[in-house]
C-alpha cells in the first residue's frame, strides 16, 4: 500500500506544481503584460491623435497647386484639400470645367470651414513655355505656394514598333518635361522660404514596365528617377518630396490615351473600370502630404508583388511580362 501511495502522491505534486505555474503566469499576465499591452495602445492611439491634429494644422490654411484638376484623380484630390481648409490653385486645360469644379466646391457641405478663394490657372502642360508663364501667373494669384502636386498626365497604348518617335515625345512632354518645368520654376520660392511639399503623382509603372505601355512607363520611370534626385537635394532646405504611385485608377486615363499613330484610343480598359475609387486614392494623396511621407504605393497585392518581383527575381519577371505580351497580342488579333 505504501508503495503503490508513491505514484498517486508525484502525481498529485505535479498537478499542484502545474496548478501554481498557470496561477503565476495568470497574474503576471494580469499585472505585467496585460498593462503594457494597454499601454501601447494608449501611446499608440495619443501618437496618432497627435499626427492627426500635426496634419490637420499643416493642411489648414495651406496654398496647394493641383495640375490635371479638370477631372479624375486631380478633381478628387481638390475636393479633399478644400475640405481640409487648404487655398487651392487649380490647373488645367478645360477653363469651363475648372470653373464647374469652383461652383462644386463653393456648394458642398465643406464651403462654410474653408473661407478661401480659390483661382485657376489655364494652360497646356505639354507646352514647356506655357508652363513658365503659368508659373508666373500661380505667382501672382498667391504670394506663396506651400504645395505643389504634379498630377496631371497622359497615357499610352501601342506597340514600340508602330509608335512614332512624336508620341514618345508628346507622351514626355506632358508627363516628365511639364512637372519637372513647373516644379524648377515654384522651387526657388520654397528655398528661399525654407518650406514647401513637391508632389509627383506617378504610377506603378515607374517601377516596372509592362508590354504596350512603353512610352507611359518610360515617361513615369523618369519622373520617379526626378524625385528621389530633388528629395535628397533639397532636404536640407527643409522642402518635402513625395511620390505617389498608384495602380489602376478608376478615372478617363485610358479613354483619353493616345496610340501609336497619336490617336486616341477610346477604351475604358477593364483593369481601369476596376481600380480604385479616384476620391480613396486621393485621401492617401492628402494623408501623404499630411504625414510627410517620402514615397506611397497606392496598389493591389498583385502589382505590389510586381514590384518587388522586379528587383528579387528578375528572371521570373521576364517571363511573366513575355507571357502577358504574348496574350494580350492574340487577344488583340483574335
Not at 42 to 48: A, P, Q
Not at 264 to 272: F, L
Not at 310 to 330: D, G, I, N, Q
Request: aromatic share 6%.
Amino acid at each position: 500500500m505504501v508503495s503503490g501511495s508513491k505514484p498517486f502522491s508525484r502525481t498529485k505534486s505535479s498537478r499542484v506544481w502545474r496548478s501554481g505555474q498557470k496561477t503565476r503566469l495568470m497574474g503576471l499576465t494580469s499585472s505585467v503584460i496585460l498593462p503594457l499591452l494597454f499601454g501601447s495602445l494608449g501611446i499608440f492611439g495619443l501618437f496618432r491623435l497627435l499626427q492627426r491634429m500635426r496634419m490637420k494644422a499643416y493642411l489648414k490654411d495651406a496654398v496647394v497647386v493641383i495640375t490635371g484638376a479638370t477631372s479624375g484623380l486631380g478633381k478628387e484630390c481638390a475636393k479633399a484639400f478644400h475640405a481640409a481648409g487648404s487655398k487651392l490653385v487649380l490647373c488645367g486645360r478645360n477653363r469651363e470645367r475648372l470653373q464647374d469644379l469652383l461652383q462644386e466646391l463653393s456648394t458642398s457641405a465643406d464651403h462654410p470651414k474653408n473661407p478661401h478663394k480659390h483661382h485657376t490657372v489655364i494652360f497646356d502642360l505639354s507646352d514647356i513655355k506655357a508652363v513658365v508663364s503659368a508659373a508666373e501667373e500661380i505667382s501672382k494669384c498667391v504670394d506663396h505656394v506651400d504645395v505643389l502636386i504634379n498630377n496631371a498626365g497622359i497615357s499610352y497604348r501601342g506597340t514600340i514598333v508602330d509608335t512614332v518617335v512624336e508620341v514618345d515625345r508628346k507622351v514626355m512632354e506632358t508627363n516628365y518635361f511639364g512637372p519637372v518645368a513647373l516644379t524648377k520654376a515654384l522651387l526657388p520660392s520654397m528655398i528661399k522660404r525654407r518650406k514647401g511639399h513637391i508632389v509627383a503623382i506617378s504610377s506603378v509603372q515607374g517601377k516596372f514596365g509592362i508590354p504596350f505601355r512603353s512610352a507611359y512607363a518610360a515617361s513615369k520611370h523618369a519622373t520617379q528617377a526626378f524625385f528621389d534626385c530633388l528629395r535628397a537635394e533639397v532636404e536640407q532646405y527643409n522642402v518635402d518630396v513625395t511620390v505617389v504611385s498608384p495602380g489602376y485608377i478608376q478615372t478617363n486615363l485610358s479613354l483619353n490615351a493616345i496610340t501609336a499613330d497619336g490617336s486616341q484610343y477610346g477604351v475604358m480598359d477593364k483593369t481601369t473600370s476596376r481600380g480604385k475609387a479616384a476620391a480613396e486614392v486621393a485621401r492617401v494623396v492628402l494623408n501623404a502630404v499630411g504625414e510627410k511621407r517620402k514615397e506611397v504605393l497606392v496598389a493591389g497585392f498583385v502589382p505590389s508583388l510586381v514590384v518587388y518581383l522586379r528587383t528579387l527575381c528578375p528572371r521570373l519577371f521576364f517571363t511573366v511580362m513575355a507571357s502577358r505580351a504574348r496574350k494580350e497580342r492574340k487577344a488583340k488579333d483574335s
